[in-house]
């Protein structure tokens, strides 16, 4: 009896949870959990090019959801690290090294699909960071991490929707005055640039 009615609660608990979830790329069920941390902000867009060794324009190749996710626990079961890497067609490249056609990049984000204590279709985020659409067009300001790879400025300051068909970013970037003024600076600055790969829609 006590089983019964431990698989029932637990298919209330699921039902409940898909329920109350949000849609995520296409996926029903699931939320976005962000953690907080510190974030390195930038002033400007020249002082995020001056500091990026890649700027580049490009699109994801995959989905979010089908790609590899890592995420590493502390020894209480706390989350210390998760990221997701993506592979990133190049269009253009703005400066830094112009001989690789895809470059891999960290997306702060990874879905949890491993974890038997949480539903998994939730995603953990950076300080609110939005992943990369497949096929969706993208600016982005790249450094080298410790492990030579290359990761977005600012979580996400370095990382700009093109042709305006990225929802939730766009949300981020109306509720967020600073990054949005980073956006309006980095269409300024590289118009042109942009203009030879992807018409712009803010």
Known sequence: MKKVLLICGCIILTVAAVAAGVKYFGTPGGKVISIMGSIKGFDSIEEMESQSSLIIIGS???????CT?????????????????????????????????TIDVVEAAAAINNDPFKYQKDILTDEGYTPMEKGKKYLLFLKKNRNERNIIMGVYHGKFNLDGQDALEKKAVEKTRHYKNLKQQALEEYKNEISSVVPVTE
């Open 60 to 66: 994801p190749e995959k989905d979010f959801l089908s």
């Open 69 to 101: 996710p890592t995420i590493k626990y502390d020894d209480n079961g706390r989350y210390e690290d998760f990221f997701t890497l993506r592979k990133i067609k190049i269009d253009k490249v703005l400066k830094g090294d112009k001989d690789f056609e």
